[in-house]
């Protein structure tokens, strides 16, 4: 059994930085094809950052470019999300998500808000 369990979500003010973890379980053995998702009430739950399954190369949506890191660590089984520059736009649940043999897996999202 999958399981993704997201950490480091909170309030911090604009300019502000947070490092998001997600921790996996199960038939996950490596954080090579996993991404971040967000979500804010009525809108649709949008890509953040991904690593491709080959571990090779990240992608981001451009409103973090330059400013959100994604990262692993496979002897840990944690995912992370380095996200620096903080504004109030990115205030929202952030989801980890991995796709296994054609099964979505998400965590269960945590919240940040950025804040003054």
């Known amino acids: 059994q999958v399981q993704l369990v997201e950490s480091g979500g909170g309030l911090v003010q604009p300019g502000g930085s947070l490092r998001l973890s997600c921790a996996f379980s199960?038939?996950?053995?490596?954080?090579?094809?996993m991404s971040w998702y967000r979500q804010v009430p009525g809108k649709e739950r949008e890509l953040v950052a991904g690593i491709a399954s080959s571990g090779g190369s990240t992608n981001y949506a451009d409103s973090v470019k330059g400013r959100f890191t994604i990262s692993g660590d496979n002897a840990k089984k944690t995912v992370y999300l380095q996200m620096n520059s903080l504004k109030s736009e990115d205030t929202a649940v952030y989801y980890c998500y991995a796709k296994r043999n054609g099964v979505e897996h998400w965590g269960q999202g945590t919240q940040v808000t950025v804040s003054s």
């Open positions: 199960g038939f996950i053995f490596s954080y090579f094809g």
